[in-house]
Nanobody, 119 residues
Framework: QIQLVESGGGLVQAGESLRLSCAAS????????MGWYRQAPGKQRELVAT???????DYADSVKGRFTISRDNAKNTVSLQMNSLKPGDTGVYSC?????????????WGQGTQVTVSS
């Protein structure tokens, strides 16, 4: 099993910044890709950014140039630096980890952290 704990959410005004962090524990040696997803009220969960074990990032078009994902494999953490935040970035942000288990690929989720951007 893998446990993910997020931190860093909050309420900010448009144009401000926030940094989210996610710490993984448990069977961390099996983790490959990690990422951040968000879910706005009344909408489906969407991918924000992912990063491979080797550090290759990928971003949703809506956050390119504003958000930066990073990870520290030695500390088993993944972070999301969010700059120039917009009201449309509001939602519950969840950390995700993909791992290889005995039965194949497994996915794990954190409990989520609320990000609210006011206009």
């Amino acid at each position: 099993q893998i446990q993910l704990v997020e931190s860093g959410g909050g309420l900010v005004q448009a144009g401000e910044s926030l940094r989210l962090s996610c710490a993984a524990s448990g069977r961390v040696f099996s983790i490959n890709t990690m990422g951040w997803y968000r879910q706005a009220p009344g909408k489906q969960r969407e991918l924000v950014a992912t990063i491979t074990h080797g550090g290759i990032p990928d971003y949703a078009d809506s956050v390119k140039g504003r958000f930066t994902i990073s990870r520290d494999n030695a500390k088993n953490t993944v972070s999301l630096q969010m700059n120039s935040l917009k009201p449309g970035d509001t939602g519950v942000y969840s950390c995700n980890a993909g791992a290889l288990g005995a039965g194949g690929r497994e996915e794990y989720w954190g409990q989520g952290t609320q990000v609210t951007v006011s206009s």
